[in-house]
């Protein structure tokens, strides 16, 4: 409870901010995308990670609110870097379960990218395989509602969890990010099961993206299995705005 009076203060006062983290295509080696994570910059206690208070605020309607500022922030940042000339690139924000399961979330998107002119080409959803999996009929509606309006969907932490092949298959998702635990562990069967993610996503014709790439060794290996895209320490931690910048190419 106590931390959760903390949240309504901070959402109250702007303690939020996001930092972006670059995602880069493998072949080209630019940069098209950037994936934003929440950051809690408390006066105290300095950075709190998002894995120790979303828990907590996904117990309440507090993370609608957090949710939906992320959502807006990200967009109008992504707008702002736009207009200022740099080339465009996608932006991903983390949808928590509720926010997702919300029964107007469509149309919450489509307002927000109205509010903020961002087109939606250049917004991409990130939802868990544990929240694609449940509830199949609502869930297929939603995304097909975000298909239409253009935004794009991913299935983040792919492979930690239950999806089969057949619930995949009729998802309207455009892209799979491969859990940084396959990545991370160099065993014989991780390598296995990245490359049948790899193979599965492009015959659903997906793409496909590793996450928490960290050596030169996992790049390599991505790239001689046509992984699409990464994202990862080995190019770059998630950084604050100002410093995402000088990453980007100006086009003007
Ligand atoms: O960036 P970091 O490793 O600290 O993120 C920890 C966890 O918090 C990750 O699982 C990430 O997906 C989640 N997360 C980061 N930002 C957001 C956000 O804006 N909304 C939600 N729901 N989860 C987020
Ligand atoms: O669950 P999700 O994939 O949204 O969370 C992304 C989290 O992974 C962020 O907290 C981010 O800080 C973290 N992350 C990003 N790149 C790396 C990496 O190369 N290694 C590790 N260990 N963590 C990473
Ligand atoms: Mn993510
Ligand atoms: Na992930």
């Given at each position: 409870?106590?931390?959760?009076?903390?949240?309504?203060?901070?959402?109250?006062?702007?303690?939020?901010?996001?930092?972006?983290?670059?995602?880069?295509?493998?072949?080209?080696?630019?940069v098209v995308g950037l994936?934003?994570?929440?950051?809690?910059?408390?006066?105290?206690?300095?950075?709190?990670?998002?894995?120790?208070?979303?828990?907590?605020?996904?117990?309440?309607?507090?993370?609608?609110?957090?949710?939906?500022?992320?959502?807006?922030?990200?967009?109008?940042?992504?707008?702002?870097?736009?207009?200022?000339?740099?080339?465009?690139?996608?932006?991903?924000?983390?949808?928590?379960?509720?926010?997702?399961?919300?029964?107007?979330?469509?149309?919450?998107?489509?307002?927000?990218?109205?509010?903020?002119?961002?087109?939606?080409?250049?917004?991409?959803?990130?939802?868990?395989?544990?929240?694609?999996?449940?509830?199949?009929?609502?869930?297929?509606?939603?995304?097909?509602?975000?298909?239409?309006?253009?935004?794009?969907?991913?299935?983040?932490?792919?492979?930690?969890?239950?999806?089969?092949?057949?619930?995949?298959?009729?998802?309207?998702?455009?892209?799979?990010?491969?859990?940084?635990?396959?990545?991370?562990?160099?065993?014989?069967?991780?390598?296995?099961?990245?490359?049948?993610i790899i193979h599965m996503?492009?015959?659903?014709?997906?793409?496909?993206?590793?996450?928490?790439?960290?050596?030169?060794?996992?790049?390599?290996?991505?790239?001689?299995?046509?992984?699409?895209?990464?994202?990862?320490f080995y190019y770059s931690?998630?950084?604050?705005?100002?410093?995402?910048?000088?990453?980007?190419?100006?086009?003007?």
């Amino acid at each position: 409870l106590r931390m959760e009076t903390e949240l309504r203060k901070a959402m109250k006062e702007q303690q939020f901010e996001l930092h972006y983290q670059p995602q880069k295509d493998i072949g080209s080696e630019r940069v098209v995308g950037l994936e934003a994570l929440l950051r809690w910059n408390h006066p105290e206690k300095g950075y709190i990670s998002p894995a120790t208070f979303i828990p907590i605020a996904e117990k309440t309607s507090l993370i609608l609110q957090i949710g939906n500022w992320v959502l807006h922030e990200a967009c109008k940042q992504n707008k702002l870097w736009q207009d200022q000339g740099y080339s465009p690139v996608v932006v991903g924000v983390n949808l928590s379960a509720k926010q997702f399961h919300q029964a107007d979330l469509v149309e919450q998107v489509s307002s927000v990218l109205q509010q903020t002119g961002l087109h939606a080409c250049y917004l991409e959803l990130e939802i868990t395989e544990s929240m694609a999996m449940s509830n199949e009929e609502d869930i297929i509606h939603t995304l097909k509602g975000l298909r239409e309006l253009g935004v794009h969907v991913s299935i983040d932490d792919f492979g930690t969890g239950y999806s089969s092949l057949k619930y995949l298959s009729r998802f309207p998702v455009n892209k799979l990010k491969i859990d940084k635990a396959f990545i991370h562990e160099n065993r014989r069967q991780n390598k296995a099961i990245i490359k049948s993610i790899i193979h599965m996503s492009h015959s659903l014709n997906m793409k496909v993206i590793a996450e928490g790439v960290e050596t030169e060794e996992q790049l390599h290996f991505l790239q001689e299995e046509e992984c699409d895209e990464m994202q990862g320490f080995y190019y770059s931690k998630p950084l604050p705005p100002t410093h995402v910048t000088p990453i980007f190419q100006f086009v003007k």
